[in-house]
């Protein structure tokens, strides 16, 4: 995860610049996609966890080169975040007191200034050098275990007391109290009255990704003309055989089919992401929905994405231009031959050659530790 993470971050920063990447940070569906093209199951609260620290393992040691540093994280890694951004600033001219001021802000927004029932225990702070941040935090709702996750960009932060979130994601839980909404102005005033404390905290209501209570991706979840797009360029002879030209690379159908959803994630527009399941068939899940993770897939769609990027460093920029024209020809797949997926059918093919190509869940690992365990207790007993 840390290694294709970081892979399609570099793309996204090479093809449109930082301020574009920590954009893509602040959309909730395009952070949900990533975080299912990465391999985790695409609607948990562990999402938000697992792709972060993915991420800062992966940016923080490329600074030099990428000019970004992830701060923070879940729980005792959080209360570090005001101290490792006031050491990103004496490496970058910045003012580490004022990012610290800001860090604690954006925290105590959410955390007090929105009475939803969520209390904070993941922040995360993604800096450029240039000054430019996100912020992604994550609540958890301990009586019904429910997670909300909230996003910031500095360029869209005009107050931090009235609107300053580009998204919450959430399931809705009934009325709140946003002191941050723009309508709580009088509520500011009458409380700072009484307290002589600023309270802030905003929810936008704009767009709204909302995760289902089941883990398996359902019809429901997916937009099939799309997927069905990804899956004949990837399976249908003529199309296939253009698509892994665009690449130069001769690339099979399962590869093919991975990459023209990471291609999607680097260059489709904010509308494309508004069924994030989707992107679970690029390298499925980790508990096994829609599929396993077929590890020989991923490992050849991170090899031939290293390679594009490692080429265009030296001015070779054809195989990485290779994947915009990819998502290009997706589309155009999609508006013009108006394909639906056939949804129980691709999964059952899925989970049918799984084996060949590695498949692996998080619970392999558990029951070989168990049957590990099993056979030492046996052989202690046989002794």
């Known amino acids: 995860m840390t290694l294709l993470g970081t892979a399609i971050s570099e793309c996204v920063i090479q093809a449109y610049g930082p301020s574009e990447y920590l954009t893509r940070l602040s959309d909730p569906f395009w952070f949900q996609a990533l975080g299912a093209v990465m391999g985790m199951d695409w609607h948990s609260s562990g999402i938000t966890t697992s792709v972060l620290g993915a991420l800062k393992k992966g940016l923080n040691p490329r600074f030099p080169e990428l000019g970004f540093t992830i701060c923070g994280g879940r729980g005792r890694h959080s209360r570090r975040t005001p101290d490792e951004l006031r050491n990103f600033a004496s490496h970058t001219g910045l003012d580490g007191d004022d990012l610290a001021r800001t860090s604690r802000l954006t925290a105590r927004v959410d955390n007090n200034a929105i009475a939803d029932g969520f209390q904070i225990y993941l922040h995360s702070f993604v800096i450029h050098k240039s000054g430019e941040w996100a912020v992604v935090q994550q609540g958890m709702n301990e009586a019904n275990l429910l997670a909300r996750r909230y996003h910031w960009h500095s360029a869209a932060v005009r107050d931090f007391v009235s609107e300053p979130h580009t998204a919450i994601v959430g399931k809705p839980q009934g009325t709140i109290l946003n002191l941050v909404d723009a309508r709580a102005t009088e509520a500011q005033h009458a409380l700072l009255e009484i307290a002589q404390e600023p309270v802030q905290q905003s929810l936008d209501?704009?767009?709204?990704?909302?995760?289902?209570?089941?883990?398996?991706?359902?019809?429901?979840?997916?937009?099939?003309?799309?997927?069905?797009?990804?899956?004949?360029?990837?399976?249908?002879?003529?199309?296939?055989?253009?698509?892994?030209?665009?690449?130069?690379?001769?690339?099979?159908?399962?590869?093919?089919?991975?990459?023209?959803?990471?291609?999607?994630?680097?260059?489709?527009?904010?509308?494309?992401?508004?069924?994030?399941?989707?992107?679970?068939?690029?390298?499925?899940?980790?508990?096994?929905?829609?599929?396993?993770?077929?590890?020989?897939?991923?490992?050849?769609?991170?090899?031939?994405?290293?390679?594009?990027?490692?080429?265009?460093?030296?001015?070779?920029?054809?195989?990485?231009?290779?994947?915009r024209r990819l998502d290009r020809l997706t589309r155009n797949v999609e508006a013009k031959m108006d394909p639906l997926a056939d949804f129980s059918g691709s999964i059952a093919h899925e989970r049918e050659i799984s084996p060949s190509l590695g498949g692996r869940t998080v619970m392999d690992d558990r029951f070989a530790k168990k049957r590990s365990a099993a056979k030492e207790q046996l052989s202690l007993f046989a002794k």
């Open 205 to 323: 209501e704009i767009r709204k990704l909302v995760m289902p209570a089941h883990h398996d991706v359902r019809t429901e979840d997916v937009d099939l003309k799309r997927l069905g797009a990804v899956l004949a360029v990837a399976h249908e002879q003529e199309l296939r055989d253009f698509a892994s030209l665009l690449l130069v690379e001769g690339l099979g159908p399962r590869t093919l089919q991975s990459l023209a959803l990471v291609a999607e994630v680097v260059h489709g527009a904010p509308s494309r992401f508004a069924d994030p399941a989707r992107f679970s068939f690029a390298h499925g899940g980790k508990d096994g929905h829609p599929f396993p993770v077929p590890l020989k897939t991923y490992d050849e769609s991170l090899g031939v994405l290293r390679r594009a990027l490692n080429e265009a460093k030296l001015g070779h920029t054809e195989k990485l231009d290779g994947f």
